[in-house]
């Protein structure tokens, strides 16, 4: 069929407007896995007893914040969780110490050591939050003390001749007090869950749980639950970070069932069937922290130290810091100018 010359100038006009198709990519192939029988004895098994010698001479940080208002007791938890005063209350506190206009940070640094292995924990409060009048963007000065030490990891990172092994004083696991009200989360605790679940691992505990029959237990954590989903808040295990069926599975048991824990503190200890327990002295008898038919105190302590502590810390390293620092390597990200404060304007003794 004939085309006249408008008409073969309309198709050249349209074949210009449409771009030729981008190929694809080359996307390299993933090595083949072939399951291979050894005709002897290697030792590829002993890499792990290499990594556990290797932690036992280095020892590791682990960084914990809590965050609440004064009374909740997480002083007295925190003693309890490691069994030693590493508090800031217990370090040199003074009793006339009045709650202060604003919120501030406190860290205090120190060495515990179990079975030859040694960690050097550091514990973060924050007195001042939550216990002024207007409480409005009360977690800010928490946020910006998170972001400062990812800020101080980064510089660390970037640097032409960096440290063999660079100071890790990043967040790895903030304890979040809700006061034991059995009615319904407040305002600032869902505040200050949304912006900070972003950037840190947030486990929430109910403080002081023994202040509550234990149908009002039940029926509050099932509240507090609805209250973080209906509101999209994620805390610590996040369901997006599972590495596979059988984390998947042990983590949800936790967020289902678990979370949050209702605990009850205490670094004093009674004779209870003539054994020392550790327990809170009532009116009404001992209430045993470590003893689940009490309070879940000891749920608390393995999922934090005893099977979470190292996912903890990766999830610090490879989401929370990841996202901040593509940020700041990108323009910036949005991200407010960053000066990262002098080690003395935080309190610490490391």
């Known amino acids: 069929m004939f085309k006249g010359p408008v008409e073969s100038k309309n198709e050249a006009t349209m074949s210009e407007l449409v771009p030729e198709p981008r190929q694809k990519p080359v996307v390299p192939m993933k090595p083949m896995g072939i399951n291979t029988s050894l005709l002897g004895y290697i030792g590829i098994d002993t890499i792990i007893e290499q990594m556990r010698k290797k932690t036992m001479k280095t020892g590791f940080d ?11 007791g997480k002083s007295t938890l925190v003693n309890t969780l490691f069994k030693s005063q590493v508090s800031r209350k217990s370090s040199g506190w003074n009793r006339e110490e009045k709650i202060p206009k604003t919120v501030e940070i406190k860290a205090i640094g120190h060495v515990i050591e179990e079975g030859g292995v040694k960690m050097k924990l550091t514990v973060i409060d924050t007195p001042g939050f939550g216990d002024q009048i207007n409480n409005e963007n009360c977690w800010e000065p928490i946020e910006k003390y998170i972001n400062e030490q990812y800020e101080k990891f980064l510089k660390e990172e970037v640097n032409i001749a960096r440290k063999k092994r660079i100071p890790d004083t990043r967040v790895h696991c903030c304890l979040y007090f809700i006061s034991p009200t059995g009615h319904s989360l407040r305002p600032l605790d869902l505040e200050f869950m949304k912006h900070l679940s972003k950037v840190v691992n ?13 149908e009002e237990k039940t029926e509050f954590k099932q509240r507090v639950r609805k209250e973080l989903e209906v509101n999209g808040i994620e805390f610590y295990p996040q369901k997006e970070f599972d590495e596979d069926l059988e984390d998947k599975t042990e983590n949800d048991k936790i967020r289902q069932e678990s979370m949050p824990f209702a605990v009850v503190g205490s670094d004093k200890e009674y004779q209870v069937n003539g054994k020392r327990v550790l327990g809170r002295k009532t009116p009404w008898g001992i209430i045993e922290v470590e003893n689940l038919n009490h309070c879940e105190f000891a749920l608390l302590r393995d999922f934090v130290i ?14 929370h810091y990841e996202t901040y620092r593509a940020k700041r390597l990108n323009g910036n990200g949005g991200l407010p100018p960053m000066t990262v404060e002098t080690e003395e304007n935080h309190e610490s003794n490391l």
Do not use: C, W, Y
């Open 62 to 72: 682990f960084n914990i914040m809590v965050v609440g208002q004064s009374g909740l």
């Open 202 to 214: 947030i486990i929430p505990v109910i403080a002081k749980a023994d202040t509550m029959t234990l």
């Open 306 to 319: 005893r099977t979470h502590l190292q996912d903890l810390k990766e999830v610090t390293h490879n989401i």
